[in-house]
């Protein structure tokens, strides 16, 4: 049996769709799978059992990387063809059954839709194969004894991510909070390309209390880092869905994103989000306002302390 199953160029969405593919194959454990997805999500999947092929989805002008996408494809004899994207090269592929996903209106989170897409009543847990490889890298990146905080202070897009100079004063009060975070550490996390804007933040904190993972080589040793930390905090993005998807104590931090789709899934999730219908938060986004400086530190605090 072959399945495809073409997910999202983006981390977070395809994380999302983890779930589901962690169900496909407990259901058909036996099948060969070929995965298509954008490159920054393709290490996820490098562990998945049964991995035929990874496909990866450079964008190219005039969409021609679906085109490309189609041709890599359009030979192979599909059992089950699943298409998170929607897009329109799934229909003249050779497939004995097609899932394609259209648009919708629910409000739901985007785990429960995707589930009912597949004809699931109950949504799964959403998945990241990890091996021993990776996490004794993690050992040794972040060797046992301290209490671990790791924090995601930027995002793909800039109006949601919550000040750096908020980010500062909670981490203060996180290494002030010996009982609850005894010998705590701070985890940075991002990619290096975003490096120069998180100067503002390393600079309010003591560097003996933080620990620079900013730029790690591979999103899978990034994955094994979030693991030990007692809790992650950051802004609506794809780490945050990873830390969730891991069963880390995840508080998103949420303003212009709807929470109510796009909110963490896990075991142990929480958010704390600007206190203005997203009408409103969206009007003043669109009139230039920084909308996430109206969720202050003292409720990230709050909803921290109760969510522990």
């Known amino acids: 049996m072959k399945i495809l199953f073409i997910t999202s160029t983006y981390l977070g969405d395809a994380i999302l769709s983890s779930g589901i593919l962690s169900h496909l194959l407990k259901k058909y454990p036996h099948a060969k799978i070929t995965i298509a997805c954008g490159p ?3 290490p996820l999947f490098e562990g998945v059992p049964n991995l035929e092929h990874l496909l990866i989805i450079e964008k190219k002008p005039l969409s021609a ?12 004899k599909w059992d089950l063809a699943v298409d998170i994207r929607g897009t ?4 003249f592929l050779l497939a004995s059954k097609r899932l394609i996903w259209s648009p919708s209106k629910a409000e739901d989170l985007r785990v429960h839709q995707l589930a009912r897409f597949i004809g699931l009543s109950k ?8 091996s021993g ?11 046992a004894g301290p209490t671990y905080v790791a924090l995601s202070p930027a995002a793909n897009w800039s109006k949601k991510c919550w000040p750096l100079e908020s980010y500062g004063t909670l981490a203060k009060y996180i290494l002030g909070q010996s009982k609850k975070f005894p010998r705590a550490k ?8 975003q490096r120069k ?20 080589p591979h999103l899978l040793t990034v994955a094994a880092c979030l693991k030990p930390c007692k809790v992650f905090i950051g802004n609506d993005s794809g780490l945050m869905h990873l830390a969730a998807a891991l069963d880390v104590p995840c508080l998103g931090l949420f303003g212009p994103s709807p929470h109510t789709i796009y909110g963490p899934w896990g075991k142990k999730t929480a958010i704390a989000r600007v206190n203005l219908p997203l009408e409103e938060i969206w009007r003043r986004v669109h009139k ?8 202050s530190v003292k409720e990230v605090e709050k909803v921290l302390t109760q969510f522990l």
């Not at 990387?65 to 192979?76: D, E, G, N, R, S």
């Not at 949504?123 to 990890?130: A, F, R």
């Not at 306002?289 to 109206?294: A, G, I, N, T």
Request: hydrophobic share 55%; proline share 8%.
């Open 288 to 295: 230039g306002e920084e909308v996430m400086s109206l969720l």
């Open 133 to 143: 490889a990776f996490l004794k890298k993690a050992e040794a990146l972040l060797p």
């Open 186 to 193: 701070l985890v940075i996390f991002g990619t290096e390309a």
């Open 88 to 91: 329109f090269l799934t229909y």
């Open 65 to 76: 990387h679906w085109i490309k996408l189609w041709a890599q494809c359009l030979f192979t």
């Open 123 to 130: 949504t799964p847990p959403n998945k990241i194969w990890l």
């Open 197 to 216: 804007e998180m100067h503002p933040l390393f600079d309010q904190l003591p560097a003996e209390k933080v620990v620079d993972l900013m730029g790690l």
């Open 40 to 42: 920054v999500p393709a």
